[in-house]
C-alpha cells in the first residue's frame, strides 16, 4: 500500500482564499525563554500559537458553512470523510477560467473506464499548474450543473484542487447550497493529484477536528493506494 499526502503544507502568513485573513505560526514558547525553569537534561519546550480561519490550507466545509442550524466540524459524519474513492482528471479538456461541467465530469469518467458508484468519494483535478500558480484564486470551479452531477451519482464526499468550489463571482453560492444540504461534505484545496491512479479506486481520508461550532476544519488528507502506481 502507498500513502499520497494530498495536503497543502500549512506556513506562516499563507493566505488560502483572497476573504480569509493570512495564517499565523508564531513562536510562544521556546528552549530559550522556557529552559531556566526545568533542570538538566530537560532543555525547556518549544510550542506554537496559531491563529488561522477554520477554512485555511486543505480544508472540509461542514454545512454550517451555508446551510443555517446546519452541522458544524463537530457533528459531521465521519464515515463520508473516508472511504472508497475515484479522481476525474478534467485539467487536460477544462479551459482556464471554464467552469468544471457534468459533461466534463461524465467525460472523464468514461474516457479512464472508472464508475463513480453511489457512497464514493470524487476527487477532481481541474489543473495542471502547481496550487497557488497562476491566477489561482480567480480560476472557475463548478458549474451548477457539476454539483447536479454529484447529487445524481450519490457521492458522500468531493475534492478538489481549487479553493472554492463554487465559481468565484458566483454570489448565489449554487453548489455549496446544493451539496452541503444533502449533506454532501467539500474539501478544498487538495494537492498532489497528480499522483493518484486515473482507472482505479483507491481510499481517501480527510478528517475534520472536534470544533464546536466551526464552519470547516482543517484536514490532514490521503490517499491509499492499493497498489504501487
Known amino acids: 500500500m502507498k500513502i499520497v499526502d494530498l495536503t497543502l503544507e500549512i506556513y506562516d502568513g499563507l493566505v488560502s482564499y ?9 513562536e510562544e514558547s521556546t528552549f530559550e525563554n522556557s529552559g531556566h525553569r526545568y533542570i538538566e537534561p530537560c532543555e525547556g519546550f518549544e510550542s506554537r500559537f496559531l491563529r488561522m480561519s477554520d477554512h485555511s490550507g486543505t480544508h472540509i466545509d461542514a454545512p ?13 459524519d ?16 477544462k479551459k482556464p477560467y471554464e467552469p468544471v461541467t457534468a459533461e466534463l465530469l461524465k467525460h472523464a469518467e ?41 447529487l445524481e451519482k450519490q457521492v458522500k464526499c468531493i475534492g478538489l484542487d481549487l479553493a472554492n468550489i463554487d465559481v468565484h463571482d458566483n454570489m448565489k453560492r449554487e453548489v455549496h447550497l446544493k451539496l452541503l ?10 494537492v498532489n493529484l497528480e499522483q493518484l491512479p486515473l482507472h482505479e479506486h483507491f481510499t481517501f481520508m480527510a478528517l475534520p477536528l472536534k470544533l464546536k461550532n466551526a464552519t ?6 490521503v490517499a491509499f493506494l492499493h497498489c504501487n502506481v
Open 110 to 150: 468514461e474516457t479512464q473506464g472508472v464508475s463513480v458508484n453511489p457512497g464514493d468519494i470524487v476527487i477532481v483535478r481541474t489543473r495542471t499548474e502547481k496550487w497557488g500558480e497562476g491566477d489561482f484564486f480567480a480560476e472557475h470551479a463548478f458549474a451548477t450543473c457539476a454539483g447536479d452531477w454529484l
Open 181 to 190: 444540504s444533502a449533506p454532501i461534505y467539500i474539501v478544498e484545496n487538495l
Open 216 to 221: 470547516a476544519s482543517p484536514v490532514r488528507a
Open 78 to 93: 465521519l464515515t463520508k470523510t473516508f472511504g472508497e474513492a475515484v479522481l476525474l482528471d478534467v485539467s487536460s479538456i
Open 18 to 26: 483572497t476573504s480569509h485573513p493570512p495564517i499565523a505560526i508564531q
Open 64 to 76: 454550517i458553512h451555508f446551510i443555517r442550524n446546519g452541522e458544524s466540524t463537530a457533528e459531521m
